[in-house]
């Protein structure tokens, strides 16, 4: 089977830099992705990773570790608006679908 | 706007009931997917179609169904709704068969059983 682990919930401040990890335990492993969810919204796209190291995309990187399994996405100069769901999701070839963690709540303070 | 659009946005029926939702994914795309999020808990695979046909199957009841039409639009049919089939109802879109790693997420339908 697949499964992932992430922390349920992650708080800061603004301005902050805050990292939120992901281990995972899947077959035919191919990639990492994130995804970022506001209340009442959709999942959106915030990065990928299919090789070991980090990727950067502004304020939000990435970073994959295969061999251990793990992840993480680190958000930098936390902002209000940054206060969402984020997911992890293995992709995997095998089951050629997208599989999504439960997600960890970030809650960003003043 | 993710150019995946979801109808409709909030659906309220009855337990036993059958509801149809549908989904157009973004032009030029597809594969068309279907995820389940009930209350505090991760986006659940159900269904993927690419094409027209069947791609990959998840944890989809047998009381659910999809299709996807020629015009690449889909449609998901929940039958015999249980109260626990309350949940947001996301389809998404790819331009690829899978395995995909960027999807593209329309705003959802809200399914409440009562």
């Known amino acids: 089977g697949q499964s992932l682990e992430q922390p349920s919930e992650v708080t800061a401040v603004e301005g902050a830099i805050v990292q939120i990890n992901c281990t995972y335990q899947t077959s035919g492993f191919y990639g990492l992705s994130w995804y970022q969810q506001h209340d009442g919204g959709a999942p959106t796209f915030l990065s990928y990773n299919a090789l070991d190291g980090l990727e950067e995309t502004g304020r939000f990187s990435s970073f994959l570790s295969r061999s251990d399994s793990y992840g993480y996405l680190l958000l930098q100069e936390l902002q209000m608006k940054d206060s969402a769901s984020y997911f992890c999701?293995?992709?995997?070839?095998?089951?050629?679908?997208?599989?999504f963690g439960t997600g960890t709540r970030l809650l960003v303070s003043p | 706007d993710s150019g995946v659009t979801q109808t409709p946005k909030h659906l309220i029926t009855a337990t036993g009931q059958r509801v149809t939702l549908r989904c157009s994914p973004r032009s030029g795309d597809l594969s068309v997917y279907w995820y389940q999020q009930s209350l505090d808990q991760g986006l659940q695979f159900l269904i993927q179609?690419?094409?027209?046909?069947?791609?990959a199957k998840g944890n989809i009841l047998e009381r659910f169904s999809a299709q996807q039409f020629p015009d690449l639009h889909s449609e998901l049919n929940l039958s015999s709704l249980e109260l626990g089939d309350s949940a947001l109802y996301f389809c998404?879109?790819?331009?690829?068969?899978?395995?995909?790693?960027?999807?593209?997420f329309g705003s959802g339908t809200q399914l409440s059983v009562l």
């Open positions: 999701a293995v992709l995997n070839t095998g089951f050629q679908k997208l599989v």
């Open positions: 179609y690419y094409n027209g046909e069947e791609r």
């Open positions: 998404a879109s790819s331009p690829a068969g899978g395995p995909n790693e960027k999807l593209f």
